[in-house]
């Protein structure tokens, strides 16, 4: 018998290496190089790969006749939302996000939705048949046209799928197929990248859409190689806390629609469930005007978004204060700390200063810089805001105020939700009054300061 010839694979980036290391030596990342065998041979005279043959005619790209592609709703609106309006002909799309978030609940109630129009497929790996039955008894959803298939061979799935030709097929979950060409065990390096490719090449050559669920590490990332994610054409990351009802949906890779479009769901006692009002979920309720709030006008894909920052500025008792921030970035907190001391005047050197956006989602674009600084200055002074204020802008480093992309969006949803104030950069000044929205439009921070003493 043959002696299994093993290499050490990064986890990382899929690199291998002869020999282990303690840093990968493709992409330097610590500890990541694991043992695994080597995968067998396969093409001609013994060579891993078969020699190159051209098979596709050479194309001019004026020539191309380019279609709209058309899209296979999934019976959920925010879902189709996230997906750029539904799934493409064979478009592979992979779902990550911790375990028990409800990814495969939603799956499986999208799968439900799309059986009365289509034949779909579930193929589970990680339950059997009997648990995936008892999980949709307890949603209270029937499954009467939704073929189930229990298996984890890659070649078992892949001749099933030819065979019975599914209008949408979903993989629960990638890490728990292996293919029998490979020695390694599943969820491996080699076998999550082989697989995703085959399953990614018959999506494509049989126009069957695919959806995969993917595991995640502790830290938050899809499990396996980085090249997972450059090979299917779109990444959705399933976010929320488990105490809390609310799941966001957040597409970070999408060929077929907007890069950062967001979903948001409710848990329910009968599943998911989108929400139609998502700004009501990120807003508080006061029953009078509190210091410390400002409202912002934020753009998730192609969605505007008013979400509450919250700031409680407090004397600090150590000698060196506290920056926290939560839902948005620290570095750029300090940064403004700097900022509103350098152009304004207002030095929080001996204060302890906390940030926080309300119902747990994370803003990532610069253009809350001005609600945040709003809301610590009223913080600072205890003074509330007026009431029904907004703001947005990017506040750069020499004081000045930078517009934000589809500022008259965001004026538009929230004049549409009643707020009656809004501060915002001079250049996103709309050319036509809003009705109902008195807008204050500012070229630096100190300006947008002034404004307020005045009130």
């Not at 993989?171 to 491996?188: F, K, M, N, R, V």
């Not at 488990?242 to 890779?253: G, I």
Request: glycine share 10%.
């Amino acid at each position: 018998m043959a002696k299994i010839k093993t290499l050490f694979c990064c986890t990382e980036c899929g690199g291998t290496s002869p020999k282990w290391a303690g840093q990968c030596p493709h992409c330097n990342a610590w500890n990541t190089l694991e043992e695994q065998a080597e995968p067998a041979a396969t093409g001609q005279a013994g060579h891993r790969y078969a020699p190159l043959t051209q098979s596709s005619p050479l194309l001019n790209l004026a020539e191309v006749e380019a279609h709209e592609l058309p899209r296979i709703s999934t019976g959920i609106a925010e879902f189709d939302r996230v997906l750029g309006g539904g799934l493409v002909a064979g478009a592979v799309v992979l779902i990550g996000g911790d375990p028990g978030i409800g990814k495969s609940t939603l799956l499986l109630q999208a799968l439900i939705a799309m059986s009365g129009q289509s034949r779909v497929l579930y193929v589970t790996g990680e339950e059997s048949a009997e648990q995936v039955a008892l999980r949709a008894r307890r949603l209270g959803i029937s499954g009467d046209h939704v073929d189930l298939f229990a298996e984890i061979r890659l070649e078992s799935i892949q001749a099933t799928l030819l065979r019975e030709r599914p209008a949408v097929a979903v993989i629960d979950s990638i890490q728990t197929i292996y293919s029998g060409e490979l020695t390694s065990a599943p969820g491996s390096v080699s076998q999550v990248k082989e697989c995703a490719a085959q399953l990614t090449r018959l999506a494509k050559q049989s126009g069957i859409p695919i959806v995969m669920i993917g595991h995640v590490t502790k830290d938050g990332a899809l499990a396996g190689p980085r090249v997972l994610e450059h090979i299917v054409d779109t990444v959705l990351y399933f976010e929320g806390d488990t105490h809390s009802s609310f799941r966001l949906v957040r597409a970070f890779k999408n060929r077929f629609g907007a890069v950062n479009e967001l979903g948001v769901f409710a848990m329910t006692d009968r599943g998911l469930r989108g929400v139609a009002n998502p700004s009501a979920l990120f807003l508080s309720r006061h029953a009078t005007q509190v210091s410390g709030t400002c409202v912002m006008a934020t753009q998730e894909g192609t969605r505007p978004l008013l979400v509450e920052i919250q700031a409680l500025v407090d004397t600090a008792h150590v000698p060196n204060p506290r920056r926290l921030s939560v839902g948005l970035e620290g570095n750029r907190l300090a940064m403004l700390l700097a900022v509103l001391h350098r152009h304004a005047g207002v030095s929080t050197s001996d204060q302890d200063v906390f940030v926080n956006a309300v119902g747990g989602v994370r803003i990532t674009e610069p253009a809350a810089d001005l609600p945040v600084l709003l809301a610590i200055m009223s913080s600072l002074r205890d003074r509330a805001l007026p009431e029904g204020l907004i703001a947005f802008g990017e506040v750069g480093l020499a004081g000045e105020v930078r517009p934000a992309p589809r500022g008259q969006e965001r004026l538009r949803e929230a004049a549409k939700l009643g707020f009656s104030v809004a501060v915002i950069p001079k250049a996103n000044a709309p050319r036509q009054p809003i009705e109902g929205l008195d807008v204050w439009a500012v070229d630096r921070l100190q300006d947008a300061l002034d404004r307020l003493r005045q009130k």
